[in-house]
C-alpha cells in the first residue's frame, strides 16, 4: 500500500519560497508516471498546482505556473514542490497525491494527509 | 480552460434516501477524464468513481457514475451516515486539471 507524506513548513512569509517535499513509502516514485500537487485554502475548494512524471516531466496549473516548480528526486524517492513569492492568498492545505496507474484514465487515488501552510509575516 | 459547475451547492436528505449530484462542463469532457471525490472534514478527498462510471477500489456499489454529453451525475443510492461529506468532480484537459466547486452533502 502506496503511503505518500508531506514535509510540514508551517509559517512562510510573504515574499519568500514556499518549499514542500511528498516522501512515498510502500512503493517507488520511478513505478508510477504521474504524481501531482493539489491546494485547498481554509473552507475552500481543491485547485491543482501541478504534476510530475516518473522520468521529471511536469505540467502546471496556467494561473501558478510562473512561480510553480515540481521536482522529483528518485534517489529519495520523493517529489518536491516549491512555490516563488508567496502571499496571503497561498495559505492553504497542500496535498500530494499519486495518479491513477492506469494511464487511460485520470484521477488521484492515493493521497497525502496534507500539510496547512500559512503565510504571514 | 474547462470550467466544471456543480449543483447544488448544498443537498440535505436523510439516511437511506438517494442523493444525485450534477457537475456540468462547460466544453466537452474526456469521459476517462472524468473523476468524483468525498472529502470529509480534517481528511484528504478520497476517490470515488474514476472514467465517469468506475468505482475505485474498495467504493461501496451504492456509489455510481454516469454521464450525458457535458453533464456527469453521481449517484449515491441508500445514503449511509459515513456518506455526508463535501463533494467533488474533477477533469484532465489540455490546460491541465480543474475541479468543480463542490457540493456539500448534509444531514436533513
Known amino acids: 500500500q502506496v503511503h505518500l507524506q508531506e514535509s510540514d513548513p508551517g509559517l512562510v512569509k510573504p515574499s519568500e519560497t514556499l518549499s514542500l517535499t511528498c516522501a512515498v513509502s510502500g512503493g517507488s516514485v520511478s513505478s508510477y508516471k504521474w504524481w501531482s500537487w493539489v491546494r485547498q485554502p481554509p473552507e475552500k475548494g481543491l485547485e491543482w498546482i501541478g504534476e510530475?512524471?516518473?522520468?521529471?516531466?511536469?505540467d502546471y496549473n496556467p494561473s501558478l505556473k510562473s512561480r510553480v516548480t515540481i521536482s522529483i528526486d528518485k534517489s529519495k524517492n520523493q517529489f518536491s514542490l516549491k512555490v516563488n513569492s508567496v502571499t496571503a492568498a497561498d495559505t492553504a492545505v497542500y496535498y500530494c497525491?499519486?495518479?491513477?496507474?492506469?494511464?487511460?484514465?485520470?484521477?488521484?487515488?492515493?493521497w497525502g494527509q496534507g500539510t496547512l501552510v500559512t503565510v504571514s509575516s | 480552460e474547462i470550467v466544471l459547475t456543480q449543483s447544488p451547492g448544498t443537498l440535505s436528505l436523510s439516511p437511506g434516501e438517494r442523493a444525485t449530484l450534477s457537475c456540468r462542463a462547460s466544453q466537452s469532457v474526456t469521459s476517462n477524464y472524468l473523476a468524483w471525490y468525498q472529502q470529509k472534514p480534517g481528511q484528504a478527498p478520497r476517490l470515488l468513481i474514476y472514467?465517469?462510471?468506475n468505482r475505485a477500489t474498495g467504493i461501496p456499489d451504492r456509489f455510481s457514475g454516469s454521464e450525458s454529453g457535458t453533464d456527469f451525475t453521481l449517484t449515491i443510492s441508500r445514503l449511509e451516515p459515513e456518506d455526508f461529506a463535501v463533494y467533488y468532480c474533477?477533469?484532465?484537459?489540455?490546460?491541465?486539471?480543474?475541479f468543480g466547486q463542490g457540493t456539500k452533502l448534509e444531514i436533513k
Open positions: 474533477q477533469q484532465h484537459g489540455n490546460l491541465g486539471y480543474t
Open positions: 510530475i512524471s516518473h522520468r521529471g516531466n511536469t
Open positions: 497525491a499519486r495518479h491513477i496507474a492506469v494511464t487511460t484514465y485520470r484521477g488521484f487515488d492515493y
Open positions: 472514467g465517469a462510471s
